[in-house]
């Protein structure tokens, strides 16, 4: 027998002891700190870990798929392998984790999915009272009667986070029993910071994708809101519901559907900055935003919304300000193919104020394929831009007004072919230095042009945030305007010339002039 074999055995098994017994070291070490081995990490389930484990510091969860409806009450931190690695799985049993008290929790590199809060709140995760950072996670296939995938109740920071697929339902059996679940994404009840975030493919009677509730507030920036349904017969805000105060900057909302205010429904304090809300559909009022208290649009575009009344907006209560945005391409079954100024009855009141922007290429089956003002409204529009409206009613392609009160200032007012610029039975009052492509708008004060092209460019990234009709060379706009606003649409400086430019675009290109020598022929 040959002695050497067990040596040989011996020294050619001997890294892979050592590799075992460093690997599992490794582990013990803290590259798991909770994991599904309880033989190699600290804690055999997450529930364990924030119980009793060390507050404010980083516990690692290791990837794999851990069935668990977690209540945290203690300060911690949980790191995730990735929202693809770690995932969380509710079992349709709970929400999928709770935090309660005055701690701060942080959660990231997770998946929350399959929650089923049946008649509590808060499917994927419901925060009562603390602050929890959440972020690089995922929230899907979540069942609560409001906030599926999200409720917060306290102070909560969402940053590169993903909410889809959740549901604001309640049901006896199989059968639904909700008619007014709130937040099929999110449901705000206090503070809440969201970025670089998407919310998709949520459902819920109000606030499809997000619901913000009466005196909560939210900040919004850089998230994108999409295919979110609000299903209720009455329902409002397939993207958002807004009851409190709200900001959105920077983000797109889009293709989500309600009865009213598809993409965005208001009835709060909102602002909405250098976004873009487009393809959304109602089959009420406000295909892209409904407003029915304060609402104030800059720097944005609404294009290619479809709605009952108001393609692009509704606004039927409160006071709207839109500001260097563009209304285009926007579609309405009745009446304001882009904009539908109304006075609801029960609050009596609507102000819609209108200034450097572009309402360009809107149509409606009724009338007012621009803007639609009725009732006791109230409209000024200075420096504003209209090209290429339409309805099928061909009095007030442009804008119709029935009744209430409108002032024009420094305004364009063009369309092709057959039909009027203005329309409605209502009065246009002018303030001077208006110009129309007819003679219908009646503008006689000061300045005003009417039978006159304006010689406009077409629709197009003429720079700045939103498209604009650039005027051409040669336009009686330029230079021909007074009193005009600071900046035009695009941020450009007025004047830029002896006086400034009629409508939102202000000609900023230099004229040369080229001179010729003089030839004397015999």
């Given amino acids: 027998m040959n002695r050497r074999l067990p040596l040989l055995f011996a020294l050619l098994m001997l890294p892979l002891l050592v590799g075992s017994l460093i690997f599992t070291n490794q582990l013990h070490a803290g590259t798991a700190d909770i994991c599904l081995l309880p033989s190699v990490c600290t804690y055999a389930s997450i529930q364990d870990a924030v119980s009793n484990g060390p507050e404010n510091t980083p516990l690692t969860i290791a ?63 419901l925060n009562e009272t603390a602050t929890v950072t959440l972020s690089d996670s995922v ?51 206090s503070v809440m910071t969201i970025t670089n975030s998407i919310i998709h493919g949520n459902t819920a009677d109000f606030g499809g994708g997000i619901d913000n509730a009466a005196m909560a507030d939210l900040t919004a920036t850089n998230i994108t809101v999409y295919d979110n349904t609000a299903t209720n ?93 563009a209304v285009y391409s926007n579609v309405a079954s009745g009446s304001g193919g882009g904009i ?88 246009i009052t002018s303030q001077g230095y208006n110009l129309a492509s007819d003679g219908s708008c009646q503008l006689t004060a000061t300045g005003d042009l009417t039978n006159t092209n304006p010689q406009l460019g077409v629709l197009q990234n003429n720079g700045g945030p939103t498209f604009t009709h650039a005027l051409l060379l040669g336009s009686p706009a330029i230079n021909s305007g007074s009193g005009c606003l600071a900046v035009d649409q695009r941020g450009v400086a007025r004047p830029f010339g002896p006086a400034c430019d009629r409508g939102a675009y202000e000609y900023d290109k230099v004229i040369q002039s080229v001179y010729l020598p003089l030839v004397l022929r015999p």
């Fill in 340 to 427: 539908y100024n109304n006075v609801e009855a029960v609050t009596g009141a609507n102000e819609l104020t209108i200034t450097n922007s572009t309402i360009s290429g809107n149509s409606a089956a009724g009338v007012g394929g621009g803007l639609r003002s009725m009732d006791s409204a109230v409209t000024e529009l200075s420096n504003v831009t209209f090209r290429n409206n339409s309805s099928i009613v061909q009095s007030g392609q442009s804008i119709s007004i029935l009744a209430g009160t409108m002032t024009v200032k420094n305004t364009i007012l063009a369309i092709s072919g057959s039909g009027t610029n203005c329309g409605g039975g209502g009065v």
């Fill in 139 to 189: 929230i899907e296939n979540n069942i609560a009667p409001n906030g599926a995938g999200i409720t917060n109740d306290g102070t909560m920071i969402l940053d590169n986070v993903t909410v889809r697929n959740n549901t604001a339902d309640e049901f006896v059996g199989n059968v639904s029993i909700c008619s007014t679940c709130a937040g099929g994404g999110i449901l705000n009840l």
């Fill in 233 to 325: 017969a009455s329902s409002q805000g397939g993207g958002i519901e807004n009851l409190g105060d709200m900001s959105v900057a920077s983000s797109e909302i889009h293709t989500n559907t309600a009865r009213n205010g598809a993409g965005i429904y208001n009835e709060g304090e909102l602002t909405v900055s250098g976004s873009d809300i487009h393809d959304n559909v109602a089959g009420g009022n406000g295909g892209g935003l409904q407003n029915m208290f304060g609402l104030t649009v800059q720097n944005s575009s609404i294009h290619n919304n479809q709605a009952g009344n108001g393609g692009g907006i509704s606004t039927q209560s409160g006071t709207v300000n839109l500001d260097r945005s």
């Fill in 63 to 125: 990837a794999g798929v851990y069935q668990e409806n977690i209540s945290i009450s203690r300060s911690v931190i949980l790191v995730g392998a990735g929202s693809s690695q770690t995932i969380i799985d509710g079992d349709a049993a709970d929400s999928v984790v709770m935090v309660s008290g005055a701690v701060n929790v942080s959660i990231s590199g997770v998946t929350l999915r399959n929650g089923d809060a049946t008649g509590v709140d808060g499917g994927g995760l």
